[in-house]
């Protein structure tokens, strides 16, 4: 998930970004579109996710898209997909992620004994981390596998969902799903999942983001990556990972939000996309954020520009942030739209000091504090759970200020909008890129 602000949200201070945009690199990668493979006339979608509110038909249908995914994905045959991670690693020790030692001023980090101690204080919860990456980069390796044009968005998140419970275990909210899954499509950046009912198809010409979230004990893994089937976007997708890359690179303790901001900057401004004749410098989404990620809260305080914004905080030790870019052939500005399917408790507000005259209010409270703290849901988790008729519930919920709501975000109608995320751990002896696997 993103962490999203308008304009007027922004803190004067960090509206200053005079003298802080980077040069730009000279030589521009051209746009390096496969023009060969360009005769595929498939159709696109319209821009954005057509969602619905009849909830009627959800059961049924999704019932029925799971019995048809298992027969077209044979996911019952690949044991890796089946097995649960606890299982593959006896010991209960989870793979680490990728060590990147500090640099300058922060080396004598990489062999400080002091610093050594408080990692090995910490290692439960880290293993808890890892072991939610490791579900993470094993789901992600079997979506990448299954997912094709022509399945529904309902389908696509069912695989994910269905197999991070498995691989991770869910119970309650011991480990499970992190937050919804985002299955953002073109223009649409984030914070897209299907409602029930919503019949979108994946198309050929599409860019889906697939953003996963899982979670052991309250850590939360958050990361995405950009899937596409025509290779004109190559372009765009690279520019994005690159990018996020590059504000991987730059993070590290005592390292200035705005200089991670800036990093991003100069990679992704740096190439170029060839579409239909024209040329597209990918933008940044300016008002689309990495966010710093504390147990069971995916928004912490922290917010981590993908472009120069003068934000002069610092990061710290022991941090965890999830490092995600967007790239744009639009405005690289989003706003939000559409029907709503993410929500989550606003942790500043103890709810118990809100009075709610509406009953349903307090009963789908009482089903979200149980089920999911404050961690983000959907409407289809709702569902599932056998709440039904909810909707004015939710809305006294979020107008009250105990939910927050986070709506699908968009640039302009027909452009198109890419994402790679990854997790990182600022460790106090070398930052770990948690997620960090042999796709991204
Ligand atoms: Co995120």
């Not at 003298?19 to 595929?40: D, F, L, T, V």
Request: charged residues 30%; hydrophobic residues 30%; negative net charge.
């Amino acid at each position: 998930m993103v962490d999203a602000q308008a304009d007027s949200w922004i803190p004067d201070i960090c509206k200053t970004t005079g003298g802080a945009k980077p040069a730009k690199k000279s030589g521009k990668k051209k746009g390096q579109g496969k023009k060969g493979h360009g005769n595929a006339k498939h159709k696109s979608t319209t821009a954005g996710p057509k969602t619905g509110d009849d909830l009627s038909d959800d059961v049924d249908q999704l019932a029925s898209d799971l019995a048809t995914r298992a027969v077209l994905t044979g996911e019952e045959d690949i044991p890796e997909y089946r097995v649960p991670v606890s299982q593959l690693f006896p010991d209960h020790q989870y793979p680490v992620g990728q060590e990147c030692d500090y640099r300058d001023d922060n080396l004598w980090r990489t062999t400080s004994e002091e610093k050594r101690a408080l990692e090995r204080d910490q290692n439960v919860d880290y293993n808890n981390a890892r072991r939610a990456a490791e579900v993470h980069r094993r789901v992600r390796q079997y979506a990448r596998k299954v997912i094709q044009p022509g399945m529904t968005t309902t389908e696509i998140v069912n695989v994910i969902e269905n197999g991070t419970r498995r691989l991770v275990e869910a119970s309650g909210i011991e480990a499970g799903i992190g937050f919804p899954t985002g299955v953002s499509l073109n223009n649409c950046a984030a914070h897209y999942t299907p409602n029930a009912g919503d019949k979108t198809v994946l198309q050929y010409d599409d860019v889906l983001k697939v953003d996963i979230g899982v979670q052991v004990k309250g850590r939360i893994i958050d990361s995405a990556f950009t899937l596409t089937f025509n290779p004109r976007y190559d372009p765009l997708v690279e520019a994005v990972r690159e990018a996020t890359n590059a504000g991987i690179r730059e993070a590290g303790i005592d390292v200035r939000l705005n200089d991670v901001g800036a990093a991003v900057e100069e990679v992704m401004t740096s190439y170029e996309l060839e579409l239909d004749g024209k040329t597209y410098q990918v933008k940044p989404i300016r008002n689309l954020y990495g966010h710093s990620i504390d147990p069971y809260i995916i928004h912490a305080g922290k917010s981590v520009p993908i472009v120069a914004n003068g934000d002069q905080t610092k990061m710290e030790e022991g941090e965890y942030f999830a490092i995600e870019t967007f790239g744009s052939t639009g405005k690289g500005y989003v706003v939000p739209e559409g029907v709503c399917s993410h929500y989550a408790r606003n942790p500043e507000v103890d709810p118990k000091r809100i009075p709610l005259r509406v009953p349903r209010a307090k009963s789908l409270l009482s089903t979200i504090e149980k089920n999911f703290g404050t961690l983000p849901f959907c409407r289809r988790y709702l569902d599932r759970l056998g709440e039904d008729k909810y909707l004015l519930g939710l809305r006294n919920l979020v107008d009250s200020g105990i939910l927050n709501e986070y709506p699908p975000l968009n640039d302009i109608p027909g452009c198109f909008t890419a994402q790679f995320e990854h997790t990182i751990l600022l460790r106090p002896t070398c930052k770990e890129v948690m997620t960090r696997g042999d796709d991204y």
